[in-house]
């Protein structure tokens, strides 16, 4: 059974630079799956931010594309996120998430369990 | 604000039957696509309720359904129980984004 972890810093200053890592334990990141970001603001919805499948084809969110990058690490087994230039708006706990790759339909069957990111000056 | 639309809470007393809606447009619910469910408890992962529209993954209980017609969707709990109280969100594909959508989440409290 796949599962994922997410670690990175939990608190940050305007206009820096957010670096997580989500671990991938109990399967190969190599595997026919797409693996996401998705965030959650204090107070608000689910926010999808972006895709990564292992031949490092992307998908982002158009709002956050300009900020964006998402990259795999093979040998290690475990997938980044960086965010540029971060804001308050920026603030949320932050999932990642595995899509399996099934024809016709798009959801995320595990997740981690999260990490918060607090960007305060 | 959030691409699908759910109401941002639902109550009902344990044994009773709810429903949580998810309405959508025409370029992700509305164009075809499956839409899922999920449970949220704080602090925790979210879990896959319902997905590709009505099915459920192993372990979940046949008090959730879900079912979808046209741009909306509708996940219905039966005999409500005290540890069914969390945050719902549905979630489908929208290809005017190339990506997932969420709803805003449904807080269900049990009476």
């Known amino acids: 059974q796949v599962q994922l972890q997410e670690s990175g810093p939990g608190l940050l200053k305007p206009s820096e630079t957010l670096s997580l890592t989500c671990a991938v334990s109990?399967?190969?990141?190599?595997?026919?799956?797409?693996w996401s970001w998705v965030r959650q603001p204090p107070g608000k919805g689910l926010e999808w931010i972006g895709e990564i499948h292992h031949s490092e084809t992307t998908n982002y969110n158009p709002s956050l594309k300009s900020r964006v990058t998402i990259s795999v690490d093979e040998p290690r087994n475990h997938f980044s996120l960086r965010l540029l230039s971060v804001t308050a708006a920026d603030t949320a706990v932050y999932y990642c998430?595995?899509?399996?790759?099934?024809?016709?339909?798009?959801?995320?069957?595990?997740w981690g369990k999260g990490t918060t990111v607090t960007v305060s000056s | 604000q959030s691409v699908l639309t759910q109401p941002p809470s639902v109550s009902g007393a344990p044994g009773q039957r709810v429903t949580i809606s998810c309405t959508g447009s025409?370029?992700?619910?509305?164009?075809?696509?499956?839409v899922h469910w999920y449970q949220h408890l704080p602090g925790t992962a979210p879990k896959v309720l319902i997905y590709g529209n009505n099915n459920r993954p192993s372990g979940v209980p046949d008090r959730f359904s879900g079912s979808k017609s046209g741009t909306s969707a509708s996940l219905a709990i039966t005999g409500l129980q005290a540890e069914d109280e969390a945050e719902y969100y549905c979630?489908?594909?929208?290809?005017?984004?190339?990506?997932?959508?969420f709803g805003g989440g449904t807080k269900l409290t049990v009476l």
């Open positions: 025409s370029s992700n619910i509305g164009a075809g696509y499956d």
């Open positions: 998430a595995k899509i399996p790759m099934t024809p016709g339909t798009y959801y995320m069957d595990v």
């Open positions: 979630q489908s594909y929208d290809n005017s984004l190339s990506g997932g959508v």
């Open positions: 109990g399967g190969s990141i190599s595997s026919l799956n797409w």
